[in-house]
């Protein structure tokens, strides 16, 4: 692994049905976090996580959780999706805060039907 | 509120200069930060500024002023690669990154 990667790439989900993205990087960065970016709004942070066992909330969190067992994995659980949840998501990482250069996973595509 | 403001588009031909500019207001300030992101891929590090004045890389150069809650990209020698959304941020009191909607930039032949 070089750097952060996410899967799956892309997924078609029905609605009410529970997914989780997951989100690895290999940077032992201690910072990560979990972004939507929908068509004219740009980025919208939805977690994030400052280090290992630690996480908090974004901008955007309902209907979506996290978990930081470890330093390198960030999954994102949405518990029961719903179809405007439709959006691009990425993973990112830096080495401390948000002052830092962030690392941007590939993202996943996510349709909600 | 926090808000940042860029514009939606711009076009520019290939070989000019072309400036884009970023307004921000946000609780606190620690630092602006651009980003590069190419259609259907992840954004991409441009450059950090926290301090005022012009900060150069190449053809890329980016400015700030914290009195006047702003930011400029500029590009030099434009090439057809540089076709891409150009993302502005902003850094909160509480550490958080205010991100624009991005300025799509479109470079013609």
């Known amino acids: 692994i070089a750097g952060i990667t996410q899967a799956p790439t892309s997924q078609i989900l029905a609605a009410g049905r529970r997914m989780t993205l997951r989100c690895t990087q290999d940077?032992?960065?201690?910072?990560m976090y979990w972004y939507r970016q929908d068509l004219g709004l740009g980025l919208r942070l939805i977690h994030y996580?400052?280090?290992?066992?630690?996480?908090g909330k974004g901008e955007v969190p309902d209907g979506y959780s996290v978990s930081r067992a470890n330093t390198d994995d960030f999954p994102l659980t949405l518990a029961s999706a719903v179809p405007s949840q439709t959006s691009v998501y990425f993973c990112?990482?830096?080495?401390?805060?948000?002052?830092?250069?962030?690392?941007f996973g590939p993202g996943t595509r996510l349709t909600v039907l | 509120g926090q808000n940042i403001d860029q514009p939606t588009e711009m076009t520019a031909t290939e070989g000019a200069i072309v400036q884009i500019n970023c307004t921000y207001q946000t609780s606190g300030f620690n630092g602006l930060f651009w980003y590069q992101q190419h259609a259907g891929e992840a954004p991409t590090f441009l450059s950090y500024n926290v301090l005022d004045g012009l900060e150069e890389k190449g053809r890329f150069s980016s400015f700030l002023s914290r009195s006047k809650g702003y930011s400029y990209l500029l590009l030099k020698e434009l090439q057809m690669k540089d076709s891409a959304s150009y993302l502005c941020?902003?850094?909160?009191?509480?550490?958080?990154?205010?991100w624009g909607a991005g300025t799509k930039l479109i470079i013609k032949p």
């Open positions: 990112a990482s830096s080495d401390t805060d948000s002052t830092d250069t962030q690392y």
């Open positions: 996580s400052n280090t290992a066992g630690t996480t």
């Open positions: 941020a902003a850094v909160d009191s509480n550490y958080q990154l205010i």
């Open positions: 940077m032992r960065h201690n910072a």
